[in-house]
């Protein structure tokens, strides 16, 4: 077991321009959920998946937005022209569908300048 | 809509000293209350997880307790140290969304050798 996995920690880019991180889960893993935190709030659900289903989308995510999981093990998510509203850090959790306990990454900490 | 308060904001504790940190939620359909902990610019460490037939759950010097009919979740945390200063936050699935965690602002915790 080795954790949840999000890549890259830290982006950096300029305004208009497309990003994509990616989260390896826990492997043995189904449930897969993407969450937005900024500075001195608790995290924000984005959208959740079940395998490779994405099940539940939040208003949150606008339609620059997109998630996949396409095998139902590792997911993407791109947001394109990316605004300085986006500035946040990005967290991916899983967990497993017998036991609903939540493991997160570490995160990865996009500044849209 | 599943709403999660945590209060105070901030608690700044001597070493040594027994704390607890409040969590309180508007469902009470709430199942699944889990606790976790976060260091300046990393994600989530998973503390605790109460399950819904559950009212408490143990680890360590930490014990968590949950009372749905009231809306309230407690961390105590026992013979705090210094390296026990971190944010700590609760979060909640509620009976509407089985799907994402909602959570509170977190409680910022400093202990003072």
């Known amino acids: 077991d080795t954790g949840v996995s999000q890549d890259p920690r830290h982006k950096i880019t300029k305004r208009g321009q497309n990003v994509t991180f990616r989260c390896d889960p826990i492997?043995?893993?189904?449930?897969l959920y993407w969450y937005r935190q900024t500075l001195g709030q608790g995290p924000e659900f984005l959208t959740y998946f079940q395998n490779e289903a994405q099940l539940e989308k939040s208003r949150l995510l606008s339609d620059r937005f997109s998630a996949e999981r396409p095998k139902g093990s590792f997911s993407t998510l791109e947001i394109q022209r990316t605004e300085q509203g986006d500035s946040a850090m990005y967290l991916c959790?899983?967990?497993?569908?017998?036991?609903?306990?939540?493991?997160f990454g570490q995160g990865t900490r996009l500044t849209v300048v | 809509k599943q709403e999660v308060t945590q209060i105070p904001a901030a608690l700044s504790v001597p070493e040594g000293e027994n704390l607890v940190l409040n969590c309180s939620f508007t469902d009470s359909a709430i199942y699944n209350l889990q606790w976790f902990r976060q260091d300046p610019g990393k994600g989530l460490t998973s503390l605790l997880l109460?399950?819904?037939?559950?009212r408490e759950q143990t680890s360590g010097r930490l014990n968590a307790s949950l009372d749905k009919s009231s809306g309230r979740s407690t961390l105590y945390i026992a013979a705090s140290q210094p390296g026990d200063s971190a944010t700590y936050l609760c979060a909640g699935f509620s009976s509407g969304s089985a799907r994402q965690l909602t959570f509170g602002s977190g409680t910022q915790l400093t202990v003072l050798p």
């Open positions: 492997s043995e893993h189904n449930r």
């Open positions: 109460i399950q819904s037939s559950q």
């Open positions: 959790a899983s967990s497993r569908l017998d036991r609903p306990e939540a493991f």
